[in-house]
């Protein structure tokens, strides 16, 4: 049985991370989808946890059902990725065209709620059969977790890049069949002969259902693979090839937007030899600025397949630049390059261009902060520029349109004495420490004497650009922005702009509610927690399953906050982002070992003591959530192991609750396992959506890890 728990942990961790990138690749994947996701996933896993576990223990479900659950969740996996595919279908959506908010929230409930009421019923089943067979709860937790680590660690480290999303569903599936068959039938060989057919159906069927369900969303499909940043997409139309990213348009050949991202700010320079590009290089904008004469051009692009994607795809024209012995191709992260180019102090560069998607998640925020403009500032050379574009309107602005674009133009400001803005359906921002060159006949001038050629960018539009009253008026709406804050790696406010701006498109009526949460303060959580305290006091039944739930928010937030300041402070580095994850997953495990060995001693501890050492971990999470701040403000050396190293004593102060909480509990192990076990789930579906989408942009790091704290002060006096 301790198998079986290991399995469903197995699933659970694998489906969760694969259903959450095909979602990501259908959905609009911002804060708000993965908070979304990870809520609804905790949700429906502590339903099946806490609501059909009850039917299992009135009725004594045995180990057979179990194992058929096994085998239902199995075939879960592959009909709701299969299900995820064809939601843009059965929405009328077209590839690359945003999916309004309401429809996407029922989707994603919808979606998963099969297989997380399954894995869920099964955790608390299997902890129940673990108690008859001799064990307890809190071994239970710790098979389970010990599972999702291995099956995290597999997926992120192995499996991601090597399969497709249809052959780690049939892989997953010979695991669960296989412990099914040995469960069932005490042998060796149905289990082996269960395996052994997934596997042929992985090698064999997966692609096919693979390439047959990627085509009911997209026609006329040239390309498709998934990397571990995401899935690329290109669709052939003639002789136009139109590139995807996670679903959403990246950019289409033939096209013009590239002329505006290069030629405006390498005119802007009198004499640009070195080139520092951030993103869009095989879209056209290397072809662009190699126009200008320039001496070397360091192109940096975090995803290597989307290189392999353009070098295959791409008229031959356009990928031959690539080649150019003038290009510098540097596969990494562009924050960490800059960091690193910067400590090396051998780069500078006269024009940085930035070319990335707006600050619609908190990976791209960083690259959109006070802390990231300083950096770049120190690359440049004498008269260098720095430029950057944001999505716009030509005629109206939306105060949440101006809230955001002003965010980033007042954080240019506040590093660059010059900042100048082009008005259209997309800003370009150019900022240096010198005054910029924007008299038109110069820019003019310049054109012709570099012989540029271009269907866009002429003389006449740049003079149209300078001159129109447009030019002047987005300078005055942008300086006169009021009660706009600064966007900072730590207070990274930009991103709940942009997450406002995406929901007024399809919900203006939202304006009011976001403007009131972007108020919220630590005032009017220790308000609500005092609450939950009132009522823990009044229920003492109630205590216990409080006191997880505030372990379970502490847990997920925590995780969300090293994780995000990992990305901020050292750049995204991906096999590190997951080794964080696992250590995360491997400190739960010990610490619900650590309580298991506690609780099982020949001597057994009394009520009294358990519940001192169950507070004693309720202050621990205290005082980390008290030093982590702290610890930001310093120099960290060697952060790809110290990340790491935190993620793990994070993970064993929060996994050392459960087994202590079952233990203080009283009532049947399936009641007690499923209602604890949903406690806990409960507070981290809530710490996912709150952490992500309100508490890490509107209070910032330091004050999300002082909510952490007042939680688990909350879950101090209710236990006391």
Same mark, same amino acid.
């Given at each position: 049985?301790?198998?079986?728990?290991?399995?469903?942990?197995?699933?659970?961790?694998?489906?969760?991370?694969?259903?959450?990138?095909?979602?990501?690749?259908?959905?609009?994947?911002?804060?708000?989808?993965?908070?979304?996701?990870?809520?609804?996933?905790l949700?429906?896993?502590?339903?099946?946890?806490?609501?059909?576990?009850?039917?299992?223990?009135?009725?004594?479900?045995?180990?057979?059902?179990?194992?058929?659950?096994?085998?239902?969740?199995?075939?879960?996996?592959?009909?709701?990725?299969?299900?995820?595919?064809?939601?843009?279908?059965?929405?009328?959506?077209?590839?690359?065209?945003?999916?309004?908010?309401?429809?996407?929230?029922?989707?994603?409930?919808?979606?998963?709620?099969?297989?997380?009421?399954?894995?869920?019923?099964?955790?608390?089943?299997?902890?129940?059969?673990?108690v008859?067979?001799?064990?307890?709860?809190?071994?239970?937790?710790?098979w389970?977790?010990?599972?999702a680590?291995?099956?995290?660690?597999?997926?992120?480290?192995?499996?991601?890049?090597?399969?497709?999303?249809?052959?780690?569903?049939?892989l997953v599936?010979?695991?669960?069949?296989?412990?099914?068959?040995?469960?069932?039938?005490?042998?060796?060989?149905?289990?082996?002969?269960?395996?052994?057919?997934?596997?042929?159906?992985?090698?064999?069927?997966?692609?096919?259902?693979?390439?047959?369900?990627?085509?009911?969303?997209?026609?006329?499909?040239?390309?498709?693979?998934?990397?571990?940043?995401?899935?690329?997409?290109?669709?052939?139309?003639?002789?136009?090839?139109?590139?995807?990213?996670?679903?959403?348009?990246?950019?289409?050949t033939q096209?013009?937007?590239?002329?505006?991202?290069?030629?405006?700010?390498?005119?802007?320079?009198?004499?640009?030899?070195?080139?520092?590009?951030?993103?869009?290089?095989?879209?056209?904008?290397?072809?662009?600025?190699?126009?200008?004469?320039?001496?070397?051009?360091?192109?940096?692009?975090?995803?290597?397949?989307?290189?392999?994607?353009?070098?295959?795809?791409?008229?031959?024209?356009?990928?031959?630049?690539?080649?150019d012995?003038?290009?510098?191709?540097?596969?990494a992260?562009?924050?960490?390059?800059?960091?690193?180019?910067?400590?090396?102090?051998?780069?500078?560069?006269?024009?940085?261009?930035?070319?990335?998607?707006?600050?619609?998640?908190?990976?791209?925020?960083?690259?959109?902060t006070?802390?990231?403009?300083?950096?770049?500032?120190?690359?440049?050379?004498?008269?260098?520029?720095?430029?950057?574009?944001?999505?716009?309107?030509?005629?109206?602005?939306?105060?949440?349109?101006?809230?955001?674009?002003?965010?980033?133009?007042?954080?240019?400001?506040?590093?660059f004495?010059?900042?100048?803005?082009l008005?259209?359906?997309?800003?370009?921002?150019?900022?240096?420490?010198?005054?910029?060159?924007?008299?038109?006949?110069?820019?003019?001038?310049?054109?012709?004497?570099?012989?540029?050629?271009?269907?866009?960018?002429?003389?006449?539009?740049?003079?149209?650009?300078?001159?129109?009253?447009?030019?002047?008026g987005?300078?005055?709406?942008?300086?006169?922005?009021?009660?706009?804050?600064?966007?900072?790696?730590?207070?990274?406010?930009?991103?709940?702009?942009?997450?406002?701006?995406?929901?007024?498109?399809?919900?203006?009526?939202?304006?009011?509610?976001?403007?009131?949460?972007?108020?919220?303060?630590?005032w009017?959580?220790?308000?609500?927690?005092?609450?939950?305290?009132?009522?823990?006091?009044?229920?003492?039944?109630?205590?216990?399953?409080?006191?997880?739930?505030?372990?379970?928010?502490?847990?997920?937030?925590?995780?969300?906050?090293?994780?995000?300041?990992?990305?901020?402070l050292?750049?995204?580095v991906?096999?590190?982002?997951?080794?964080?994850?696992?250590?995360?997953?491997?400190?739960?495990?010990?610490?619900?070992?650590?309580?298991?060995?506690?609780?099982?001693?020949?001597?057994?501890?009394?009520?009294?003591?358990?519940? *001192? =050492?169950?507070?004693?971990?309720?202050? /621990?999470? @205290? $005082?980390?959530?008290? !030093?982590?701040? &702290? %610890?930001?403000?310093?120099?960290?050396?060697?952060?790809?192991?110290?990340?790491?190293?935190?993620?793990?004593?994070?993970?064993?102060?929060?996994?050392?609750?459960?087994?202590?909480?079952?233990t203080?509990?009283?009532?049947s192990?399936? *009641? =007690?396992t499923?209602?604890?076990?949903? /406690?806990? @789930? $409960?507070?981290?579906? !809530?710490?996912? &959506? %709150?952490?992500?989408?309100?508490?890490?942009?509107?209070l910032g790091?330091?004050?999300?890890?002082?909510?952490?704290?007042?939680?688990?002060?909350?879950?101090?006096?209710a236990?006391?």
């Amino acid at each position: 049985m301790r198998l079986g728990l290991a399995a469903v942990g197995f699933t659970a961790t694998i489906a969760q991370i694969v259903l959450m990138r095909e979602l990501v690749a259908t959905f609009y994947g911002n804060e708000l989808l993965f908070g979304l996701v990870l809520f609804s996933w905790l949700a429906w896993v502590a339903a099946g946890a806490w609501g059909l576990a009850r039917l299992a223990d009135r009725r004594r479900l045995g180990v057979n059902f179990f194992a058929a659950g096994l085998v239902i969740s199995a075939a879960l996996f592959p009909l709701e990725i299969a299900l995820v595919r064809g939601i843009r279908n059965l929405l009328d959506v077209t590839p690359g065209a945003f999916v309004e908010f309401g429809p996407m929230v029922v989707a994603v409930i919808l979606v998963l709620a099969p297989l997380c009421l399954v894995g869920g019923f099964l955790f608390t089943l299997g902890a129940r059969l673990v108690v008859e067979g001799g064990g307890s709860p809190g071994q239970a937790y710790v098979w389970e977790g010990i599972g999702a680590v291995a099956g995290g660690a597999l997926l992120s480290f192995i499996l991601i890049e090597t399969l497709d999303p249809f052959q780690i569903t049939f892989l997953v599936g010979a695991v669960s069949l296989s412990i099914a068959a040995d469960l069932w039938y005490q042998r060796f060989w149905p289990s082996l002969l269960a395996f052994g057919l997934f596997i042929i159906a992985a090698l064999t069927l997966g692609p096919l259902l693979h390439d047959l369900t990627l085509r009911w969303q997209w026609e006329n499909l040239a390309y498709s693979g998934d990397s571990r940043y995401g899935r690329i997409t290109i669709q052939a139309r003639d002789s136009q090839r139109v590139f995807y990213e996670n679903g959403l348009l990246v950019f289409e050949t033939q096209g013009t937007f590239p002329e505006e991202v290069a030629h405006f700010p390498l005119l802007t320079h009198r004499d640009p030899q070195r080139v520092l590009l951030i993103g869009g290089g095989i879209a056209g904008d290397l072809r662009e600025i190699t126009k200008h004469g320039v001496s070397q051009v360091t192109y940096v692009e975090i995803d290597p397949l989307l290189i392999e994607a353009a070098t295959a795809e791409l008229p031959s024209e356009d990928a031959a630049v690539l080649e150019d012995p003038r290009v510098e191709l540097i596969q990494a992260d562009g924050r960490l390059f800059v960091k690193q180019s910067l400590a090396q102090k051998v780069n500078r560069y006269d024009v940085v261009i930035l070319d990335l998607p707006e600050p619609a998640t908190g990976g791209l925020n960083r690259f959109y902060t006070r802390e990231f403009f300083a950096e770049v500032r120190g690359l440049l050379s004498t008269n260098g520029i720095f430029a950057l574009g944001l999505p716009s309107a030509e005629n109206y602005w939306s105060p949440e349109l101006a809230r955001r674009n002003g965010s980033v133009y007042q954080t240019l400001r506040s590093v660059f004495p010059e900042v100048v803005a082009l008005p259209g359906e997309h800003n370009f921002f150019f900022a240096s420490e010198s005054p910029l060159d924007i008299d038109p006949v110069l820019l003019a001038h310049r054109m012709a004497d570099r012989g540029l050629k271009t269907l866009f960018v002429t003389p006449e539009y740049v003079k149209y650009v300078f001159t129109t009253d447009r030019f002047v008026g987005l300078q005055r709406e942008l300086e006169k922005a009021a009660g706009i804050r600064l966007n900072e790696d730590l207070k990274p406010i930009c991103y709940y702009y942009d997450l406002a701006l995406w929901l007024s498109q399809f919900y203006p009526g939202l304006r009011t509610a976001f403007e009131k949460a972007s108020l919220v303060n630590l005032w009017w959580v220790g308000l609500f927690l005092a609450g939950i305290v009132l009522l823990a006091r009044w229920r003492r039944t109630w205590a216990v399953p409080i006191a997880i739930a505030a372990v379970g928010l502490a847990q997920m937030t925590l995780q969300l906050v090293i994780l995000f300041a990992f990305q901020v402070l050292h750049g995204y580095v991906y096999a590190e982002v997951s080794l964080i994850v696992t250590a995360f997953m491997a400190g739960l495990i010990v610490g619900g070992t650590t309580s298991n060995r506690l609780v099982r001693r020949k001597i057994a501890p009394s009520p009294s003591q358990i519940k *001192r =050492v169950l507070v004693g971990v309720l202050m /621990a999470v @205290l $005082v980390y959530s008290a !030093l982590f701040p &702290l %610890l930001l403000t310093r120099t960290i050396p060697y952060p790809e192991l110290v990340f790491p190293i935190l993620a793990f004593l994070a993970g064993q102060l929060t996994g050392m609750a459960f087994p202590l909480a079952v233990t203080l509990s009283q009532g049947s192990p399936a *009641r =007690v396992t499923g209602r604890l076990y949903g /406690a806990d @789930l $409960v507070g981290g579906c !809530l710490g996912a &959506l %709150l952490g992500a989408v309100f508490f890490i942009p509107l209070l910032g790091i330091p004050q999300t890890c002082a909510v952490v704290g007042l939680v688990a002060i909350a879950g101090l006096l209710a236990l006391i």
